[in-house]
């Protein structure tokens, strides 16, 4: 073979391999962006029927996919439990960011976690009521890392103490109050409702902010 025709062929094969990667990737996003969509689905199901409620059939129904394709995705109705709850704190942890990156006390910082949560774009997420369905390993690992988010809000909580935009209050009773109403939001918001996202959220803040924030002193009236 001539140096030429080696050259040629290796040109050919480096182009070979890169097709070849760029079609591994192609199903990779396509993989990814289809398990996005039934995750997301699957989480507004749980949300509104419970996990003894959801039926993998509907789900693929609704999907337009055979229930023998789902197991492409979730080996098992556990295993979409569990990836529909490692999502769910994936956003969480996404909205603890956001907060951080944007909030300037303890008490604002809370409120770019709400907003980041029940903004109208914000995607659905499933609520944590089904751990009790989950084998031991995925449930260790669920309660594991959604107690160490929770620490993230006693930290907003804290620094707004210290900052003054919050009154000294017990962190963790603080804690879940917040997120104990603000992730059984699914169960009763309907976006066709008449109050929209944004309204929802402000309202909530609202809520938050004034139960939260440092009170001024009544003056006395003069006798």
Request: with cysteine.
């Amino acid at each position: 073979m001539s140096q030429t025709e080696r050259e040629m062929s290796r040109i050919v094969a480096k182009a070979w391999a890169e097709a070849e990667a760029e079609r591994a990737e192609s199903r990779i996003r396509q993989h990814d962006m289809k398990l996005k969509a039934m995750l997301t689905l699957a989480s507004q199901m749980l949300n509104k029927h419970g996990y003894d409620g959801l039926g993998l059939a509907d789900l693929a129904k609704a999907l337009g996919i055979t229930k023998q394709a789902l197991y492409h995705y979730a080996k098992s109705k556990e295993d979409l439990l569990y990836k529909c709850y490692v999502r769910a704190l994936d956003l969480a942890e996404a909205a603890y960011d956001h907060a951080d990156a944007n909030g300037k006390t303890g008490l604002d910082k809370i409120a770019c976690f709400i907003r980041f949560h029940l903004n109208p774009d914000a995607e659905p997420y499933a609520i944590l009521d089904s751990l009790g369905s989950l084998t031991d390993t995925h449930r260790r690992a669920i309660s594991s890392r959604a107690k160490a988010l929770e620490q993230r809000m006693r930290g907003f909580i804290r620094e707004g103490m210290k900052d003054g935009s919050i009154a000294p209050v017990d962190p963790k009773f603080t804690e879940f109050w917040i997120l104990g109403s603000l992730s059984w939001m699914p169960k009763w918001f309907k976006p066709e409702g008449d109050q929209s996202a944004d309204a929802v959220a402000q309202s909530f803040i609202n809520l938050i902010s004034d139960g939260l924030r440092p009170r001024t002193p009544a003056r006395r009236r003069s006798e």
